[in-house]
């Protein structure tokens, strides 16, 4: 794994948050509500930030100066981007890779998603179908882990 920023945030309690590529207006909603809640706590909220929803969950909590641990599915930026740039600075991110792949691929994903899933002291996902990839996550942790997990 290839990490930047801050790598203390590891040992801060960390809340893993999934979403579904699709979600409905009522289930954002609840999400963005979620993001501002945790906000208010001493968390460090663990995503891979890609879907939509996770994209404007992570908008929230930058804007809120709250730390952030951003799972890539694929290598390292070779430019960080601007808006994660201020977070680094100041030490409420770390970025880690754990692919070396160029290009972001539903294999590159769920290693994601997993490895996210593994670190977490708690997971909390949106709603999703069976056919999604948070479908096996989710059974798994609640029939094979201790890790809490809640649909929001």
């Not at 201020?86 to 890779?97: F, K, M, N, Q, T």
Request: charged letters at 25%; a neutral charge.
């Amino acid at each position: 794994m290839d990490s930047l920023g801050n790598i203390d945030l590891w040992e801060r309690h960390l809340v893993a948050f999934f979403a579904s590529r699709t979600v409905t207006p009522e289930t954002e909603s609840r999400c963005i509500a979620w993001a501002e809640s945790i906000c208010g706590t001493d968390s460090v909220v663990i995503s891979g930030f890609h879907s939509p929803l996770e994209k404007r969950v992570l908008k929230i909590l930058l804007e809120h100066k709250h730390p952030v641990i951003l799972f890539l599915g694929r290598a390292m930026y070779k430019r960080i981007p601007a808006e994660y740039q201020e977070a680094i600075d100041e030490g409420r991110i770390l970025i880690v890779s754990v692919r070396n792949n160029c290009r972001h691929s539903n294999d590159s994903a769920e290693t994601r998603n997993w490895n996210v899933a593994r670190f977490a002291d708690e997971i909390f996902m949106s709603p999703f179908d069976r056919n999604s990839l948070l479908s096996t996550m989710y059974y798994t942790y609640t029939h094979y882990s201790k890790t809490p997990i809640t649909i929001l």
